[in-house]
Structures are given as C-alpha cells and as structure tokens.
C-alpha cells in the first residue's frame, strides 16, 4: 500500500498523514494516525497500533483531524487530477526559511537522459522507499564512495538498454536478449555548473571496446577487448555490464566518465505518465505499424506506451536510420526537461512524489551515486542549469568505408576529434556559439577594413606544413581542414618533418606578424608555439608550421576549441522542434 491510500479505512484523511513535528519543523509521515508526536530526534513513524488505555485522551497532534461526516463525499481540498491524494504542503503553509530544506531536486536518468524531480521527501518511510527502489552495481575499478567531483567538470554516461524486462515490453522484439547499450548518451556537465553538453554515441558506431571487469557472484571476471565492432555490444553481450560501456566511452573519446545511470523501457513509459505527458511536434502524420505509433500533424501530448513507441519509431522520419532515430529521442529529451521544470510539475507534490517513485524504480547506477542522498547532491549540482544551456548534439560519424552495404558508421576523422577536445577542455557548444559569433564580427570588422584598403591578414596566410606528430596523414588532414573550412588556400603540404617534434611550432618573419596571429587563432596555438625570425620574409614567402606531439586532430585547438564542429545538428533543450 503506498503513501496515497495509507489511513482511509478510518475515514482519516490521507494527507492528513503528514504532521508537523514542532522539535524538528520537519513534515514527517504519520502512518499510526493515532500515536503520539514523535520524540525529539525520531526519524521514522510507528506503524504498530498502540496499545489500549484508560488514560486520557492525548490531544490530537498538531496537522492532523478527522473528516467531519459532510465532508466524506465532498471533494477532498488539495487533492490533485484523478482524485490522486498528495501530502498537506499543498494546504499548509510552510515555516519561513523552511522551503529550501524540504526542496529535493534529483537528477536521473536513462533511455530519456534525465529528469527533473522536485519535492519533498523528508519523511523517512518515503525516503527508504525511493531509496530503496534504486538497483546498484559497483564498477570495478572506479572509486563506489567518491560520489562526484564538487568544484570540477564530470561526465556521466546515461545508457537506454533494449533488454525487454518489464510488464508489456516481452513483445518489442527479442525477449530473451540480454540487452544493448541501445541508446547512450555522455552527459558532460562544466566546471562552473552553467552549461551541460549532452552528446548521442550511435549504437552502429563501430570501435574497439576495451578490456572490462565485471562482478561475478563474490568474485570478480575478466571480459576480453573486442576490436572493430558495434558500440552498442559494449553492453549485456558476453556478460558486460554497464561499467565496461563506461571504459568504452573512454577509450573512444579521451573523457574521464565518472558514473553512469541506465534504465529500461520502462523509464519511457512509468516517468512520463508520471508527469501527465510529454508534448511532442511531427511535421506530417504518422503511421507506424512496427512501433504502432500514430500520431497527426503538429503537437500532441504522448505518455506511457505511446511515448515508448515515439522514441522507438525508425520508420517515420528521415530516412529512417539510427542517426534520425537519435535526432527524435533528443527532441523528445529536451521537451521531457521542459516538463520537468514547469510549474504544472513542479508546484504538484503528488505528481512530483509520482515522478521520484518511477524513476528511482527505473534507474540501475554505480556505487557512487548508489543512494537517494548521493542522488540529490548530484541534484543540486545540476539545478541551476538553465534549459537554453543544455545542449544535445550527436558524435559526427561517416558511413563505414570498409563496407560496400553501408550499415555501420565511424567517428568523422576531423570533426569528432574536435567534439572530443571540447569536452576534454570543458568548453560547451552553447559558449562556442558564443565565441563564433564574435570571430563573426571580427571577420566583418577585417571585410570592412579590406573595402577600405587596409589589409586583412586572414586572408593573406601562407604557410608549409610539415608532420612531425608522428601521426599518419596528419600534414594532409591539416591542409584540408585549412584550404576547405577555413579559406586558407595558400597552404602546402611539405610531408614530414626532418625529424619527430614534442611541440606543435609555427616560425614566421617580424612582417609575417599578422598572419602568425590569424593562423594561431584558427589552430589554437598557444603563445609558446610562435616562433619569430629576426630577418623579414621576401614577398609571398610562406610561415612554416611543424606539427608535433601535442597535435590531437585537424582542427582540434591546442589550447582548447575555439571552434564548434561544422554541421553537428545540436538543438537546444528550450527549444520545440518538429521531428521531420
């Protein structure tokens, strides 16, 4: 019996349950409507029926009464849709100062990313309930108690799995399977807490999938690396758990993943019937008879089974790959944040306490956030994130070359590299843009000063590349990058270097000044990598540029992105978008 339904057998009014102990000014759950106050330091609330007496009454504890005759088929006051009924914070004034410490913002996540939940929980039955409610597996290797980094940027992978567990879902395919890593996103949240990136590894990436220990039973086994095959293996198959998804995640983009939260299908369904449905946007009507989704044109509001069949769906929009399936489960995430964060869930406290029960029910996570307490400090973390700073994108990938049937895809050779660097330096798409939009009004500023006959230097570079990175084809990748994205055209490429270099150096004459300064500002390089001679160039004499051991990809700053990757298709979570 849950909290809601606790108490009417004697005509006392469920939210009534709740009582105010004076000693604490702490709301706790009454579940003996008939015991006394707790004492001073009690936590929990008694649920054994007290024994008889002749002594006087108690008088009635404070919050709690009983319903007068008129009132028992009368509306109940408070009582929220559905004649669902929710704690008294909804009728009761709360103490000045107290809002803030009855307030629970918990972040969690799965096949949705993550949701928003708000409440209060500080009654302890309801606290050991969603506690409770949580699955926990430890990852070997990785800290159980660390919780995560205060003061520091941190990475959590949010893995959807297709394992078909659950009520209703043995028909979506494969019952028996033991689930894919089918939807997986690296959430990467910045130091200073304005911004987060949410980054869609495709499931048909291929990659190489690391060495990974997982538990086995009061021992611990040792899984083999695999090589070229699909992400989405990292999980279930061969025994891995999520913690071998995780060192995937790694090895793929060079980002420390400090946890990881998954769920199931049923996450889609429980959550947003929760919250009373999730409002979505197509283009054109839909039909499909695989997801058995059908929806008309324009705006609808889909929960349980037909918010599961949306995210699913392949066959409705684009050209029904993967890739446009990930577009659609983004839209749908970044709509499901503004759920969250309305006022319409928020202000509800049954709707909230819906909410919390289902995701915690929903999600399996690490050691380190493996409790409620861990789970709403992280929370606290991710509260002050505005929604137009949650950015979702998608690792850019190119069709597999090695395959004539094109069913596989790998990252794209200079633009994934660049997502990974702005990870790594913890720099968000949302601030990129932000710079962007600056080097836009500095190139104008230069259009403008060329029209009037002054010089504008990034339009002059010259330059010979030389590879001394040790990296194959890296002189080339780099004139490519430089001649194709960023107008360069006077650029060679002069093979390897005379020998390999530590450092990426670009040497240039006192009147080549304003060129080293436009290609540093392209690069990235920072002020020790210019070199500058002491005799001026002869006209058209290029600059030269040695690439070294620190060169990470073309395009990929040194010192950190200055540049967003061209054409990655992000969307905003503020943002309604229509799925096409």
Same mark, same amino acid.
């Given at each position: 019996?849950?909290?809601? #339904? ?53 008088? %009635? ?18 009582? #929220? ?57 430890? !990852? ?6 660390? @919780? ?16 078909? +567990? ?6 979506? @395919? ?11 996103? *690296? ?60 060192? +995937? ?14 769920? $199931? ?80 869930? *928020? ?7 819906? *909410? ?128 194709? $994205? ?39 390089? %920072? ?5 500058? @001679? +002491? ?20 395009? !990929? ?11 990655? @298709? ?11």
């Amino acid at each position: 019996m849950d909290a809601h #339904s606790r108490g009417r057998a004697d005509e006392i009014d469920p939210a009534d349950q709740w009582v105010l102990n004076p000693q604490t000014g702490n709301y706790e759950l009454r579940l003996d409507h008939s015991a006394g106050q707790s004492p001073a330091g009690t936590t929990g609330s008694s649920t054994r029926p007290p024994a008889r007496s002749t002594a006087p009454a108690e008088a %009635p504890v404070p919050g709690q009464r009983r319903r007068r005759p008129a009132e028992r088929d009368a509306p109940e006051p408070g009582a #929220s849709r559905g004649g669902r009924r929710v704690p008294p914070q909804s009728r009761r004034k709360r103490k000045p100062g107290a809002s803030r410490k009855k307030k629970v913002l918990l972040w969690t996540g799965g096949t949705m990313a993550f949701v928003l939940v708000g409440g209060a929980v500080g009654a302890y039955a309801i606290y050991n309930r969603l506690n409770n409610n949580l699955d926990v597996v430890e !990852v070997i290797g990785k800290n159980k108690s660390a @919780g995560f980094r205060k003061g520091e940027a941190f990475n959590i992978v949010i893995i959807g799995t297709d394992k078909r +567990t659950g009520a209703g879902n043995a028909g979506y @395919g494969d019952k028996n399977s033991p689930g894919h890593a089918d939807t997986t996103i *690296l959430f990467h949240v910045s130091k200073d807490r304005s911004n987060a990136t949410a980054v869609s590894i495709p499931r048909d990436l291929k990659t190489n999938i690391p060495e990974c220990q997982v538990k086995d039973g009061d021992g611990i086994k040792t899984i083999p690396a695999e090589a070229d095959v699909r992400f989405n293996v990292s999980l279930g198959q061969n025994g891995r758990d999520p913690g071998c998804v995780m060192r +995937t995640v790694e090895e793929l983009t060079g980002v420390e993943v400090d946890h990881f939260m998954m769920a $199931d299908f049923n996450a889609v369904k429980e959550m947003t019937t929760a919250v009373g449905g999730v409002k979505v946007c197509v283009e054109k009507p839909v039909d499909d008879p695989k997801s058995h989704l059908k929806l008309p044109a324009g705006e609808s509001i889909v929960q349980g089974e037909q918010a599961l069949a949306f995210v699913r769906t392949r066959h409705s929009f684009g050209n029904e790959s993967d890739l446009d399936r990930i577009k659609v489960q983004q839209q749908f995430l970044g709509s499901m944040i503004r759920q969250m964060k309305s006022d319409d869930t *928020l202000t509800d406290p049954g709707k909230l306490f819906d *909410l919390a029960d289902a995701a915690t029910k929903a999600l399996t996570v690490d050691a380190g956030i493996g409790s409620l307490t861990k789970l709403q400090d992280l929370a606290g973390e991710l509260a002050g994130i505005d929604a137009k700073n949650i950015a979702f994108a998608t690792l850019p990938v190119i069709d597999n070359p090695a395959e004539k049937v094109k069913a596989t895809v790998v990252p794209h050779p200079t633009k994934a590299p660049q997502l990974y660097a702005m990870l790594q330096s913890d720099t968000s798409l949302t601030e990129v843009k932000k710079k962007e939009q600056a080097a836009k009004s500095a190139q104008a500023k230069a259009q403008a000063a060329l029209l009037e006959g002054e010089r504008a230097p990034s339009t002059e570079v010259r330059v010979d590349v030389y590879n001394g990175s040790g990296i194959q084809g890296a002189a080339q990748s780099t004139i490519n990058w430089l001649q194709n $994205d960023q107008g360069v055209l006077r650029s060679t490429n002069k093979s390897n270097a005379p020998e390999k270099a530590a450092k990426t150096t670009l040497e240039y004459a006192p009147n080549q000044a304003d060129q080293a300064r436009a290609l540093a500002d392209m690069m990235g390089l %920072p002020a020790t990598a210019l070199k500058q @001679g +002491t005799a001026d160039a002869a006209e058209r004499e290029p600059m030269t540029l040695v690439l070294g051991s620190d060169f990470k990809g073309a395009g !990929v700053p040194i010192t950190g992105p200055a540049k967003a990757p061209k054409d990655l @298709g992000e969307v905003a979570a503020d943002k309604q978008v229509c799925a096409k």
